[in-house]
């Protein structure tokens, strides 16, 4: 299984940012997808995440500024931030789990200036 995430950056508060994971290395269709979180000093957070069948779920942080999408013909999961707060400030990471295991991406840092 491989992950690799993309598209994160340094964005002024206000501003949006779309991150894209490419996944590798299994039946992408037939897996749940999420993102996660982790501030400095702060533990790893969910999200968001997508179902095989495309059903969302958003953390209440989030929910109404972001939104996650799949494509399961580029086997890519994106998620689309929009009205980013510097509370936002992260490394983003990409996820699935597997028979009970979880996987994942290598992270891409997401930075909100106020």
């Known amino acids: 299984v491989q992950l690799v995430e993309s598209g994160g950056g340094l964005v002024q508060a206000g501003g949006s940012l779309r991150l894209s994971c490419a996944a590798a290395?299994?039946?992408?269709?037939?897996?749940?997808m999420n993102w996660y979180r982790q501030a400095p000093g702060k533990q790893r957070e969910w999200v968001a995440g997508i179902s095989s069948g495309g059903s969302t779920g958003y953390a209440d942080s989030v929910k109404g500024r972001f939104t996650i999408s799949r494509d399961n013909g580029k086997n890519t999961v994106d998620l689309q931030m929009s009205s980013l707060k510097p509370e936002d400030t992260a490394v983003y990471y990409c996820?699935?789990?597997?028979?009970?295991?979880?996987?994942w991406g290598q992270g891409t840092q997401v930075t909100v200036s106020s």
């Open positions: 290395g299994f039946t992408f269709s037939n897996y749940a």
């Open positions: 996820n699935t789990k597997i028979l009970l295991k979880n996987f």
